[in-house]
């Protein structure tokens, strides 16, 4: 098919579906991976280092 011809496949009108979404679990979600991430970094980088010789 050619593409005018999906075009007019298409129905004339689309429903619009009003749908509450919870954001607030990602965004604490994501601020604990954050917070774990800064956590386990700044222990990384804060170990204490035994000198080679």
Do not use: C, E, K, Q
Not at 37 to 49: G, T, V
């Amino acid at each position: 098919m050619l593409p005018a011809a999906y075009l007019d496949a298409l129905p004339g009108s689309f429903p619009v579906i009003h749908r509450r979404l919870d954001t607030a679990a990602a965004f604490a979600a994501d601020g604990a991976i954050l917070i774990t991430a800064a956590l386990s970094l700044s222990l990384w980088w804060n170990r204490p280092r035994i000198p080679t010789r």
